[in-house]
């Protein structure tokens, strides 16, 4: 039996070659179709996000001699249902069989492989891809994805779980829009009565927006220098807390409402000024404001920080809270893989428990076999008058050395193997027996 993992990801390959192998949802069942028909495996997973494409092949039949060949063949399919160069591809490529595919597979649910260490977007796309494949070979083959790979994915998850409850990978902010996001949360003791002034429409406000957005605040303003796009955004959002867009024009008049403001946009020249601020907090009586502008250059005057319940903060103060973060992040890390190591050995010994107990069947199904077919022979002899002393010599001699057969092999490969912790096992076994 072989788990296997086969993929490419941001620390191997550049983003045009990983857009090349990326799957879309028809190719994502055109590769589990292939993989059933060219018996690559009995079941299979595709993950495949921005930073890394991977299949996971789980293959009953596999034996060690024929591993790596199967490990080829894969490659190779890989290549051919992309259309992509061989070569090309075994450049960027990883492999992992068994232990280290499981414990690969838990890294990267947990957010250890990710480009930002610890993410929990991760986790989320995993158990996607689990269940697509789930969906696929109940609607197509009445089955499901196999015991072995089934149980790897929720022993996964649950590792996952386990992580994110015993360490403090996941707590600390390391994206500017989360870091921004974290400072409103510190200063005020809850978002859902806040008024959020977003200046800027581009990538990091959307970000921002959608952290607040899931931490409830009361209302979210946003002001741009094209109205449209700012319109563009609240629909991207599809929210329904209350929204209110102004134009750059009318960016006092946004300041007057706003408990926080967080700046990002590509103005050569400072938006929001000191008499702005200072104007807003007579209009709102002095409660507290947090300023962050993460813009370069800067959209706030610095000369803010300086008047009364304002707090201000630039780029530069949240690349520093990220770095510190990202120390704690690598911290909890080397706890997580302390706990990873720990379940996929936990998994390992679960497999073996199975495998033993399935070897054990098969060897009683086939020594039952055995005797049937022996007693069968030996009941028509003795139909046939010959003598039941003979018959019972000779059955019980036959028996004794079909019974014996796959033993006896089984004991001289381990003797060639030089595997002296299984010989002296079966040996006790035979003395405890005798005794």
Same mark, same amino acid.
């Given at each position: 039996?072989?788990?296997?993992?086969?993929?490419?990801?941001?620390?191997? *390959?550049?983003?045009?070659?990983?857009?090349? !192998?990326?799957?879309?949802?028809? +190719?994502?069942?055109?590769?589990?179709?292939?993989?059933?028909?060219?018996?690559?495996?009995?079941?299979?997973?595709?993950?495949?996000? &921005?930073?890394?494409?991977?299949?996971?092949?789980?293959?009953?039949?596999?034996?060690?001699?024929?591993?790596?060949?199967?490990n080829d063949e894969c490659v190779v399919w890989f290549?051919?249902?992309?259309?992509?160069?061989?070569?090309?591809?075994?450049? &960027?490529?990883?492999?992992?069989?068994?232990?280290?595919?499981?414990?690969?597979?838990?890294?990267?649910? &947990?957010?250890?492989?990710? %480009?930002?260490? @610890?993410?929990?977007?991760?986790?989320?796309? !995993?158990?996607?891809?689990?269940?697509?494949?789930?969906?696929?070979?109940?609607?197509?083959?009445?089955?499901?994805?196999?015991? =072995?790979?089934?149980?790897?994915?929720?022993?996964?998850?649950?590792?996952?779980?386990?992580?994110?409850?015993?360490?403090?990978?996941?707590?600390?902010?390391?994206?500017?829009?989360?870091?921004?996001?974290?400072?409103?949360?510190?200063?005020?003791?809850? %978002?859902?009565?806040?008024?959020?002034?977003?200046? @800027? *429409?581009?990538?990091?406000?959307?970000?921002?927006?959608?952290?607040?957005?899931?931490?409830?605040? $009361? /209302? %979210?303003?946003?002001?741009?220098?094209?109205?449209?796009?700012?319109?563009? %955004?609240?629909?991207?959002?599809?929210?329904?807390?209350?929204?209110?867009?102004?134009?750059?024009?009318?960016?006092?008049?946004?300041?007057?409402?706003?408990? !926080?403001?967080?700046?990002?946009?590509?103005?050569?020249?400072?938006? !929001?000024?000191?008499?702005?601020?200072?104007?807003?907090? +007579?209009?709102?009586?002095?409660?507290?404001?947090?300023?962050?502008?993460?813009?370069?250059?800067?959209?706030?005057?610095?000369?803010?920080? /300086?008047?009364?319940?304002?707090?201000?903060?630039?780029?530069?103060?949240?690349?520093?809270?990220?770095?510190?973060?990202?120390? =704690?992040?690598?911290?909890?890390?080397?706890?997580?893989?302390?706990?990873?190591?720990?379940?996929?050995?936990?998994?390992?010994?679960?497999?073996?428990?199975?495998?033993?107990?399935?070897?054990?069947?098969?060897?009683?199904?086939?020594?039952?076999?055995?005797?049937?077919?022996?007693?069968? $022979?030996?009941?028509n002899a003795l139909h046939q008058g010959e003598s039941?002393?003979?018959?019972?010599?000779?059955?019980?001699?036959?028996?004794?050395?079909?019974?014996?057969?796959?033993?006896?092999?089984?004991?001289?490969?381990?003797? +060639?193997?030089?595997?002296?912790?299984?010989?002296?096992?079966?040996?006790?076994?035979? +003395?405890?027996?005798?005794?």
């Amino acid at each position: 039996m072989t788990i296997l993992v086969l993929g490419i990801n941001h620390k191997t *390959a550049s983003v045009g070659l990983r857009e090349k !192998v990326a799957f879309s949802e028809e +190719k994502r069942q055109l590769a589990l179709q292939q993989i059933h028909q060219l018996g690559l495996g009995q079941s299979a997973i595709v993950l495949s996000t &921005c930073n890394r494409t991977e299949i996971y092949l789980h293959n009953k039949n596999i034996t060690p001699e024929q591993s790596a060949q199967w490990n080829d063949e894969c490659v190779v399919w890989f290549a051919q249902i992309h259309q992509i160069d061989l070569f090309e591809l075994q450049s &960027c490529l990883y492999l992992h069989q068994n232990q280290q595919a499981a414990q690969h597979l838990m890294r990267v649910a &947990c957010g250890l492989d990710s %480009l930002i260490l @610890g993410e929990p977007q991760i986790l989320g796309q !995993v158990k996607q891809a689990y269940q697509m494949s789930e969906d696929y070979y109940h609607n197509i083959h009445q089955s499901s994805v196999s015991s =072995e790979l089934s149980r790897l994915f929720q022993k996964t998850f649950s590792t996952a779980k386990r992580v994110r409850t015993e360490t403090h990978i996941g707590e600390s902010a390391v994206s500017v829009a989360y870091a921004a996001t974290s400072l409103a949360r510190q200063i005020f003791e809850s %978002l859902r009565e806040l008024n959020v002034l977003l200046i @800027g *429409a581009g990538e990091t406000i959307e970000l921002v927006a959608r952290h607040l957005l899931r931490h409830g605040v $009361k /209302k %979210l303003i946003i002001a741009n220098r094209t109205l449209s796009r700012a319109q563009d %955004l609240i629909c991207k959002l599809e929210t329904n807390t209350p929204t209110d867009v102004f134009s750059l024009a009318q960016l006092q008049d946004a300041l007057n409402q706003a408990d !926080v403001v967080i700046s990002s946009t590509g103005s050569p020249d400072v938006l !929001v000024t000191q008499n702005m601020v200072r104007t807003a907090q +007579k209009i709102r009586r002095h409660k507290p404001m947090l300023i962050v502008d993460i813009a370069v250059p800067r959209d706030v005057d610095e000369k803010v920080n /300086k008047l009364d319940s304002v707090y201000h903060y630039t780029v530069d103060d949240l690349h520093n809270i990220i770095q510190q973060n990202m120390s =704690e992040r690598e911290k909890a890390s080397a706890q997580a893989e302390e706990i990873i190591e720990e379940e996929c050995l936990d998994f390992f010994s679960w497999l073996k428990l199975r495998q033993s107990a399935s070897l054990i069947r098969d060897y009683r199904q086939s020594a039952e076999e055995i005797r049937q077919d022996l007693l069968e $022979k030996a009941l028509n002899a003795l139909h046939q008058g010959e003598s039941a002393d003979k018959i019972l010599q000779e059955l019980s001699l036959k028996l004794t050395n079909k019974l014996l057969h796959a033993p006896t092999q089984a004991m001289q490969a381990m003797a +060639k193997q030089g595997d002296s912790k299984g010989l002296r096992h079966f040996s006790t076994s035979i +003395k405890s027996k005798n005794t």
